[in-house]
């Protein structure tokens, strides 16, 4: 092996110390041939959750993409919505470029980074399929991919009267049988609010809070919806409120699972994507986002993972609507919510609702 | 061979400037922020303020959270040396390929991730785990009950996590005992109990602090088990922080929980310390 000369050697470390010193510093970052802009070319990194939803971008998303001229390589950057956000604060609070291009948040979640100014303004003359997301939908801060709303789920084998009202999740008879999420405590806000209010609770949710406590030891507490899925399809408890969309997925697994929305009516959920302020490839962006809202790419999403597309040049066939859409008379039942209200409230909700209701 | 003391400096330099640089720095850093204000918009709201502290300690929550891990690490540490010492003691009685395939199969477990062993607590205790479907079968249940979520669930699954370490640590201490000590005492006409006892477990004292002290300053800081087999129903601090500065976004107030961790955990280690070797150093001479 040929002997690399002693002063050679040293110049070599030296520059490879002091490569590492830069990064350890946060030098700057290679440069990304996307960040010049021009169709998007480059690397786009999308902040996305692993799973279905991710295997689903690389299945329906990335094909539509391939298809476009200049087309970005696509990195995942997996983690679920807390840790992304936590991501976004940090490099946002720290300065300089993000590593982010596409952010995947929830509706509430993308308010809250678009509240503390980590989301960059739309621009809907980047993306072609813009004029086709649903009005109500539209933000000039994030971009709805896809929706459902909250439904009663229960067990047909157990819960044998279909449940019209939130009061079933108070009913004595279904004590122990009930299912709530430690990371999901707007829907249980939400229900409580509604059933005091007798429908729309407007901004006041905390109207509820001493209906909620009431059911604290009569329900069952998950971590996750995979926990709570399981949990339903396995018979532990009977009754959750949740997502459409999750209904239709744990049907979809061979459980004996119905939904209804409730007479007090429910809320829509619209999982979002957006641009971050600090995103280093905003045209890569661009085109994946607008790869998203691709007709194609929506209905397979709709198909196959239960959330109703947030396009209007989409025809999902009937029994497919009938699963997870919703007719006009129900669209009438889901009452659309302040998101500013929900964001400067969620700190508290949460901390009221770990501590107080589901703490032990 | 001795160094003189300049060599020393010089060969203790490298990681000093490692810990200072990566671990000590950030750490002040970090721990700064316990002294601020939260913020919507920024890590922190520089101004020097002792609020979080008297925020944790008025709420019931917090308290109660500080309260169960330090439970909850206490009985994980008792319950590992109880069950380490007889298994540490039979490896250092053993030789050749037994002796190496018990070390093997202790750190075995230690190849496995905390959070792998914790999906398999989830498996064995879950409503449709191993140990609800035997029980329910053979009519000693009625029907599945909760098994996880429980303060004793989390305790015995920490231990699991932390009794590999103990063995090896307590394992290093017996093997420095000299066995004419023991030959001796057993030629005496002493019982093999009142041997160990008497003879061994004197001698083994440091190796009982240390283990005693790493393991208890692990399970304080415990995060994925209780996490994954408690949930949020039985909160410790770890997990608590976590969720402060991710879900909340409050620094200010995850790091004070961070800061009171750490001194309580350097608090109980030292005094604790200081306390076994007065406690045993009094036994040895008294006998």
């Given at each position: ?8 050697f ?23 041939p ?10 786009v ?54 590593t ?40 000039d ?7 459902s ?29 009930i299912?709530i999420?430690?990371i999901?405590?707007a ?13 729309d ?9 001493q ?7 009569t ?18 408890v ?32 619209v ?8 995103a ?18 929506q ?12 396009v209007t ?6 029994e ?20 500013a209200?929900?964001?400067q409230?969620?700190?508290?909700w ?8 589901i703490n032990? | ?28 850093y ?10 919507r ?42 069950l ?47 140990v609800?479907t ?6 000693f ?6 098994l ?21 640590t ?7 005992v000299d ?12 019982r ?6 008497q003879?061994v ?28 087999v ?14 402060t ?23 109980v ?19």
């Amino acid at each position: 092996m040929a002997q690399l000369p002693r002063r050679q050697f040293l110049k070599l470390s030296g520059a490879a110390g002091a490569t590492l010193g830069l990064a350890a510093c946060g030098g700057a970052p290679p440069p990304n041939p996307g960040a010049a802009g021009g169709g998007g070319a480059g690397e786009v990194v999308v902040g996305t959750w692993g799973g279905d939803y991710q295997k689903f971008q690389q299945d329906f998303v990335e094909p539509v993409l391939a298809g476009t001229d200049g087309a970005p390589t696509v990195v995942y950057d997996v983690a679920d919505q807390v840790a992304r956000m936590t991501k976004m604060r940090t490099q946002g609070q720290t300065g300089g470029p993000g590593t982010i291009d596409v952010t995947a948040l929830s509706d509430q979640q993308a308010q809250e980074m678009a509240a503390a100014s980590l989301l960059g303004k739309v621009d809907p003359a980047r993306l072609s399929n813009y004029a086709n997301i649903r009005e109500d939908f539209r933000n000039d801060l994030w971009v709805p991919h896809i929706y459902s709303a909250g439904v009663i789920i229960y067990n047909t084998e157990h819960v044998t009267t279909p449940p019209d009202s939130y009061e079933v999740f108070w009913d004595p008879a279904y004590a122990g049988r009930i299912g709530i999420m430690s990371i999901q405590w707007a829907t249980e806000y939400f229900m409580a609010a509604a059933l005091e209010a007798g429908g729309d609770p407007g901004n006041n949710w905390d109207a509820g809070w001493q209906r909620m406590l009431a059911r604290k030891g009569t329900v069952r507490v998950y971590e996750s919806q995979e926990q709570l899925g399981q949990a339903l399809m396995s018979g532990e408890v009977w009754l959750a409120y949740n997502w459409k969309a999750r209904a239709y997925q744990w049907r979809k697994a061979g459980a004996p699972l119905a939904s209804a929305i409730p007479r007090e009516g429910t809320f829509p959920v619209v999982f979002t994507v957006g641009v971050p302020a600090n995103a280093p490839n905003p045209d890569g962006a661009y085109a994946y986002i607008d790869a998203m809202l691709d007709p194609e790419a929506q209905e397979q999403f709709a198909q196959n993972m239960g959330y109703w597309p947030t396009v209007t040049n989409v025809d999902p066939p009937p029994e497919l609507t009938a699963e997870i859409g919703f007719t006009p008379e129900e669209e009438q039942k889901i009452h659309q919510v302040d998101l500013a209200y929900l964001a400067q409230n969620n700190e508290r909700w949460r901390q009221q609702y770990v501590e107080q209701l589901i703490n032990q | 061979m001795t160094l003189d003391r300049r060599t020393g400096w010089l060969l203790v330099m490298p990681a000093a400037v490692i810990t200072v640089v990566f671990f000590v720095a950030p750490l002040v850093y970090f721990l700064r922020f316990s002294f601020e204000r939260p913020s919507r918009t920024a890590f922190s709201e520089p101004v020097f303020t002792l609020e979080n502290f008297a925020r944790f300690f008025a709420s019931p929550f917090h308290v109660g959270a500080l309260t169960r891990t330090l439970l909850v690490a206490l009985a994980a540490t008792a319950l590992a040396l109880l069950l380490a010492l007889p298994v540490a003691y039979l490896i250092t009685k053993t030789n050749g390929r037994v002796k190496a395939m018990l070390i093997i199969l202790t750190v075995f477990p230690l190849l496995v991730g905390n959070v792998v062993r914790s999906i398999g607590w989830v498996a064995l205790l879950g409503y449709s785990g191993v140990v609800n479907t035997v029980l329910t079968a053979v009519g000693f249940l009625d029907g599945p009950v909760e098994l996880l979520r429980t303060a004793t669930t989390v305790t015995v699954a920490i231990t699991s996590v932390v009794l590999p370490l103990m063995v090896l640590t307590l394992q290093a201490s017996l093997e420095s005992v000299d066995p004419n000590t023991e030959r001796a005492a057993l030629d005496l006409g002493a019982r093999p109990l009142r041997v160990f006892r008497q003879i061994v477990l004197p001698q083994i004292v440091p190796g009982i602090a240390a283990g005693t002290s790493l393991v208890f300053v692990l399970c304080i800081n415990a995060y994925a088990t209780p996490r994954l087999v408690g949930g949020t129903q039985v909160p410790m601090l770890a997990p608590v922080v976590y969720d402060t500065i991710s879900s909340d976004n409050n620094w200010p107030f995850g790091a004070s929980m961070a800061a009171l961790m750490l001194v309580v955990s350097l608090a109980v280690v030292l005094l604790y310390g200081r306390l076994l070797r007065r406690q045993f150093e009094g036994w040895r001479v008294a006998r």
